[in-house]
């Protein structure tokens, strides 16, 4: 593969994350790498230097101007976007990750930033790279992870002259652009707003907010039986995980019925399919109501048939977009009452950074996401590598208090156990 099959257009809801980042900053993502062994940083400034030349979009700036969003190329290196953290026992991962979560890009200098956390006791490195959605959505995670450290592993093999795949910014990219750069006649109305059934924060200016995480790792013990149940449920493991979800939630509340906002991704269910040699997870996010009062087994069925009716209007062709009403809808956002759902259900699948590496070995794998726009309440992202699954809780306080997010954790993980208490469909689902 070569230069710009690499880059695809962005997404709709892309689009409206690079809006959100010009209100309060949150249009950005945060992935954390966990290795058995130690990395030196000082291979991976210069691994970095080489990622940055690879990837031209890496060296861009987000210039918002009066209609629409442009990327302009700048001059970048790995001094300015690398960082180290020593981890101690008064600084511990999580307070590091949340730190790299709440780090706030500034997108008109920098797109992303690398900070590699040593835990020197243990003999272990974290990786924590946060980018702009821009850049996640133009190029996988993934293959921006297994690029980098392949220049890292080049790099302390200093074996031959350094070769560097030049992959530039392409047409594709700009084919996303130019939408945004159009405003359409005022037609459309922006997207409706709910309010939380839940108490929330009434007033929380956006420099108030921070976003905190809570993470649940499930190893094969649960992962082969769960899909095991999927399968005798005709289902998938993403409805598992969903209903679990979405019930814990609509619990707390004590309602049947919540709003979510389901991520689905576009590869194999347009009319012409995206090729698996084409990067990029082109996904496109469907806002829906979840009734979780009945069974899994009543709850598989349904769900599948409000997402298959949903992928055919996330198929059609929406047109251009009215830039000024997306912004006018986006300023709610600064107002902690005003929402646009009460969650956010994202899976992305399994991994494939799973190769072996000289010297080190990737052990961990963690999504989340910069929620301090206010926009969910709470935030499921779903990542498996290898032989585990991470579940990232996502929230913005104070919209939505620690302990609140910690039941609505605690009750996701009880429903998944009581999924599993037997292997009989009927027992399990009164169960919950």
Request: hydrophobic share 40%; net charge negative.
């Amino acid at each position: 593969m070569t230069t710009t099959s690499l880059i695809r257009p962005l997404g709709d809801i892309e689009s409206r994350m690079a809006l959100m980042h010009e209100l309060s900053g949150n249009s950005q993502t945060t992935s954390v790498v966990d290795f058995d062994a130690i990395l030196d940083f000082d291979y991976l400034k210069v691994a970095v230097e080489l990622w940055l030349h690879s990837y031209e979009i890496l060296s861009t700036r987000v210039v918002t101007t009066g209609s629409g969003f442009e990327l302009h190329g700048t001059q970048l290196a790995a001094g300015d976007i690398c960082r180290q953290l020593e981890l101690t026992r008064d600084y511990d991962l999580q307070q590091a990750t949340t730190l790299c979560l709440n780090t706030v890009l500034a997108a008109e200098k920098t797109v992303l930033s690398v900070v590699l956390m040593q835990d020197s006791s243990g003999q272990k490195s974290h990786l924590a790279l946060t980018f702009h959605h821009s850049i996640v959505d133009g190029l996988s995670i993934a293959t921006l992870v297994e690029s980098l450290l392949n220049y890292y592993v080049q790099v302390t093999r200093r074996q031959g002259r350094l070769q560097v795949n030049k992959r530039p910014v392409g047409p594709e990219l700009e084919q996303f652009i130019s939408p945004l750069t159009q405003v359409s006649e005022p037609e459309a109305q922006p997207p409706e707003s709910l309010t939380p059934s839940w108490p929330v924060e009434e007033m929380a200016p956006v420099a108030n907010r921070q976003t905190g995480y809570l993470e649940t790792c499930f190893d094969q013990k649960v992962l082969a039986p769960l899909k095991q149940l999927a399968k005798e449920q005709d289902s998938t493991l993403n409805t598992l995980l969903t209903y679990a979800f979405c019930r814990s939630v609509a619990g707390l509340q004590q309602k049947n019925e919540i709003t979510c906002l389901s991520a689905v991704s576009m590869r194999s269910r347009l009319q012409a399919p995206i090729s698996e040699e084409e990067i990029g997870c082109y996904i496109r996010v469907y806002p829906h109501k979840i009734s979780v009062a009945s069974s899994l087994a009543e709850f598989a069925p349904g769900y599948r048939q409000q997402l298959s009716k949903g992928i055919k209007l996330l198929a059609r062709d929406l047109g251009e977009l009215n830039l000024a009403l997306m912004r006018q809808g986006a300023k709610g956002l600064n107002d902690i009452s005003v929402f646009s759902h009460d969650v956010a259900m994202t899976n992305h699948g399994q991994l494939n950074l799973t190769q072996q590496y000289d010297g080190f070995n990737i052990v961990g794998y963690r999504n989340m996401a910069n929620r301090n726009g206010g926009v969910f309440a709470i935030a499921l992202h779903i990542a498996s590598l290898d032989q585990k699954m991470s579940c990232a809780f996502s929230y913005s306080t104070p919209l939505l208090s620690t302990h609140t997010a910690e039941e609505i954790q605690a009750l996701f993980e009880q429903n998944i156990q009581r999924m599993l208490l037997s292997e009989q469909g009927e027992k399990y689902e009164k169960a919950i």
